[in-house]
């Protein structure tokens, strides 16, 4: 075991991140909420009413993967399927997202159906379909089907409900306060969407639901207020998890209002739950906006950190500069371009398991078509995607060959890292600078200067430490057309009716790289190295004109 690395990745966390881990486990072996025995038998003989033919097979499509099912053989754990399925598509199957993303919107049966199933088969809350993160994305998903589909004195529905107040008493004993960050605040959304909606339900708040209400309120307050910056972003820096951080908050403030309706007047419960409006109503438009400047023309999130290609925020707005320095990202908008640089370190620094190397790494789009893109994501369970995707050189920044930022390791591990030492946006000369440490306290400077039609990049490097060439790096996308050149440091490429031009005195070479617009789904593309061998400085232009 490599203690050092050990001693740098924990001296962050916060205690209750070391001991809860311990705590966490026990409580998975020795409580085991509910009554699912009897609900099981119900669900059982609830199913087998249903008008449907248990034989038919259907399909089921997530992270680019499709397998096939039969109603009378539906599985739900691992140890069902044969070969190596992902770990997060078998999450996937069991939040049931699938009841809302028209897979099967023309088979209701079906779907009612599949959850008195997985009632009937999931009797031990102890079993990896149990675990919290599932059981909240879950729960939010079932409460939507029952208000969508509840009807009075409904035996379906009251067999849905039952286990949706187990799950809820699962969750309540299961909180991820060991892992934090967006894991805790998906589990104490779901955990007061669902209990207001069971106290709606049986018509009055009794004394179990009134306590989970108060301390949900309390701990959403606390966790939404640390979880995002100033400017809005949230504090692990992925836009896809500011987009489900967002609708996060954006559910919890839907059910904060129904509360609201029938809670005792100067009760505990209305002090707190109107401390949360108030939270939900400043916040929610401050996030909407953050998201909006980090979503390019297109449509679609940068896709810096742990970030699919998921729809963003899209909006016609007129040319602009940001630097959100609190949660560390620079926009520059033009009515032709779209630029977004990554500035700031690995964040959370108690939980930045969703981290990239990607200090100093941007992104651009020319006339609403990505040009230089991120490596994206490409798995969480096979490691050499996941470390692939995560290391500097999947990034458009400057490095030392072989040399990361910070010290990744296992999946969601950083050890040593790296810090951001100075940012500056200066207006008046339309100049980005930039400089950072990495893990072994080289230091690395970028100067981004920005004019009509084009950019001009100055990388480098001080202090050096290890051993390797200086490089800079460029991700084409993969639609981008190499144009030959006659002039030597002349590099021309297309995109649909755009044409643009890298200009550099350093040395370039092309490689293969793969690119993930999304989990599993691999795309060949190039990306560019240029590198100068005679000093620690290396500069080059991106030009461009529309066709």
Not at 49 to 63: E, H, S, T, Y
Not at 64 to 69: A, K, T, Y
Request: aromatic content about 10%; glycine content about 4%.
């Amino acid at each position: 075991m490599n203690l050092s690395r050990l001693f740098h990745t924990i001296r962050w966390l916060k205690p209750v991140q070391v001991y809860g881990r311990l705590w966490f486990a026990i409580k998975r072996k020795l409580l085991n909420a509910g009554n699912p025995g009897n609900l099981s038998k119900l669900a059982c003989e609830l199913k087998s009413q249903l008008p449907l033919d248990r034989n038919q097979p259907f399909d089921l499509r997530f992270l680019n993967h499709s397998q096939q099912f039969v109603p009378a053989a539906m599985k739900w754990h691992s140890r069902d399927f044969a070969g190596n399925t992902e770990k997060l598509w078998l999450y996937h199957l069991n939040y049931f997202n699938w009841l809302f993303d028209g897979q099967l919107d023309n088979l209701p049966q079906l779907k009612l159906f599949l959850m008195l199933d997985w009632i009937e088969k999931n009797t031990s809350s102890r079993s990896e379909t149990w675990e919290p993160y599932v059981v909240s994305r879950r729960l939010c998903n079932w409460v939507m089907w029952l208000q969508s589909n509840t009807e009075s004195g409904d035996p379906y529905a009251d067999c849905v409900s039952q286990s949706v107040a187990g799950q809820c008493r699962r969750l309540w004993s299961d909180l991820e306060y060991h892992i934090q960050a967006n894991h805790l605040l998906e589990n104490l959304r779901a955990l007061f969407v669902a209990t207001v909606f069971l106290a709606e339900r049986q018509g009055e708040l009794d004394s179990e639901l009134e306590t989970r209400l108060i301390f949900c309120a309390r701990e959403l307050i606390s966790q939404i207020r640390m979880q995002f910056f100033a400017d809005g972003g949230h504090f692990e820096r992925s836009p896809m998890y500011h987009l489900e951080m967002l609708d996060a908050v954006e559910a919890v403030r839907l059910a904060n209002r129904r509360l609201l309706q029938f809670t005792q007047p100067e009760s505990s419960l209305k002090q707190q739950a109107r401390s949360l409006e108030t939270l939900c109503e400043d916040q929610v438009p401050l996030l909407r906006d953050w998201l909006a400047v980090v979503t390019h023309p297109d449509g679609k999130i940068a896709q810096f950190n742990d970030a699919t290609l998921c729809a963003g925020i899209r909006r016609q707005g007129r040319a602009m500069n940001y630097l959100l320095d609190n949660s560390g990202f620079f926009v520059r908008r033009t009515d032709d371009s779209y630029f977004v640089m990554s500035c700031g370190e690995p964040s959370p620094s108690f939980q930045p398991g969703h981290t990239h190397c990607d200090i100093m790494s941007f992104e651009l789009s020319l006339k609403d078509k990505r040009c230089i893109v991120d490596t994206g994501i490409g798995s969480y369970q096979n490691t050499q995607i996941r470390e692939e995707c995560r290391r500097t050189s999947a990034h458009n920044l400057p490095m030392i060959e072989h040399a990361e930022q910070s010290d990744i390791w296992a999946q969601f591990r950083i050890g040593k890292r790296a810090k951001v030492i100075h940012r500056h946006f200066d207006s008046e000369h339309n100049r980005l600078e930039i400089e950072m440490l990495d893990q072994y306290n080289q230091r690395f400077r970028r100067e981004v200067i920005f004019a009509n039609n084009s950019l001009r990049v100055r990388d480098r490097m001080f202090d050096r430490r290890v051993t390797g060439t200086f490089v800079s790096l460029l991700h084409l996308a993969p639609q981008i057309q190499v144009i030959p050149g006659d002039e030597p440091g002349n590099y021309g490429f297309a995109l649909a009716n755009t044409e643009f031009k890298v200009v550099t005195a350093a040395r370039l070479r092309v490689e293969g790289y793969v690119w993930y617009p999304d989990f599993g789904l691999p795309v060949n593309a190039e990306k560019l190295i240029l590198s100068n061998h005679e000093t620690e400085a290396i500069d080059y232009a991106i030009t461009w004109k529309t066709t």
